[in-house]
């Protein structure tokens, strides 16, 4: 099962860009690692917003993250249906997939391995 747990926003300046949302959304910082900024819905009801570092040109500025128990699973069954598989990340305590939808659009599948990450 997939669950839209989180969004991912690429920017040159993520501080900047976090610092907006997080007053823009009434959100709270969450404890991530470099390149990236996360901010957690104190509420625990909307979406997990990252905000990652990059300074190469990007097809989207915005994709999502989606959560999965069994994130190899639902790669294989996503890519039957058309997405592309790009690579495995992993980084800190987080690992996931990278595919693009059939029209090139890049999003992730996360393993929901922690409390942050729980679906």
Request: hydrophobic share 40%; charged share 30%.
């Amino acid at each position: 099962m997939l669950r839209l747990r989180g969004i991912a926003m690429d920017t040159s300046d993520p501080e900047a860009m976090a610092s907006f949302w997080e007053a823009a959304l009434g959100y709270e910082r969450r404890d991530l690692w470099e390149p990236y900024v996360g901010l957690r819905d104190p509420t625990g009801r909307d979406p997990l917003l990252t905000v990652q570092r990059t300074s190469a040109p990007t097809a989207n500025h915005l994709h999502l993250d989606l959560y999965s128990d069994d994130p190899d699973a639902e790669a294989a069954r996503l890519e039957r249906l058309g997405a592309t598989v790009l690579r495995r990340c992993e980084e800190g305590d987080a690992w996931w997939w990278v595919l693009a939808d059939p029209t090139g659009n890049e999003f992730c599948i996360v393993a929901a391995d922690d409390a942050d990450r729980a679906i």
